[in-house]
């Protein structure tokens, strides 16, 4: 574990937030602790206890720290365009701390950002004209696109040293004699091609926009 040299600088909770996040980010929140966080800033476990209350409260800190990278729906413009931006900011922020998207779930760490969100996205489809039942399940059908997918994303995201591992995986797991399709697709996931430049995020989410829009001109 890498050290930080003690800074001469007062500690502040901004800087304990930081470096935990940081921790977060490099093994997941389980792997931070008030004894851990201290060693990595250089500082005895005790002295965070005057910024922080506990390990729960870094975690709402940092948790705050990524929803403040996300956009909600703005009320200018289509209504489409702005839910699609603010999806794409939720699903990028939840993909650069792939630790967060279970933890925003948890009804024990609930944020004022992730409800302002929530009330956000609901307000959106309601001005677009949706009824109280459509954005009902139109809401479902987006937080669950934004929250499953990145979830799913997350669990199956390698980094490039452990691709020749995978293929060979791939061959002893799913033989392409016995699983011709499933071979194809894992071999698509390991080889570059166009394929790797289309984001399979956002064309689910324009499917569902396409379909709430149509869902509204039926009317």
Known sequence: MVTRARSRRPLTREQILAAALELADEGGVET???RRLGQFL???????????ANKRD????????VLAETEAPSLDGEWDAAVRRSAISVHQALRRHSWAASLV????????????YMDAL????????????????AYHVLDGHIFGFTLWQNSHSFPADQ?????????RVVPEREYPHLNEHGRQHIAEGPHQ???????????????????????
């Open 32 to 34: 931070i602790s008030m």
């Open 42 to 52: 250089g500082f005895e476990a005790m002295s965070l206890y005057h910024h922080v």
């Open 58 to 65: 870094v975690l709402d800190g940092i948790l705050d720290l």
């Open 105 to 116: 779930m948890s009804p024990s760490h609930i944020r004022p950002a992730r409800l302002h």
């Open 122 to 137: 609901l307000g959106r489809l309601r001005a677009a004209g949706f009824s109280a039942d459509e954005t009902y399940h």
């Open 163 to 171: 691709m020749p591992d995978l293929e060979t995986l791939l061959e």
């Open 197 to 219: 430049d289309v984001s399979a995020f956002e064309l689910g989410l324009d499917l569902i926009l396409d379909g709430l829009k149509r869902m509204q001109a039926a009317r």
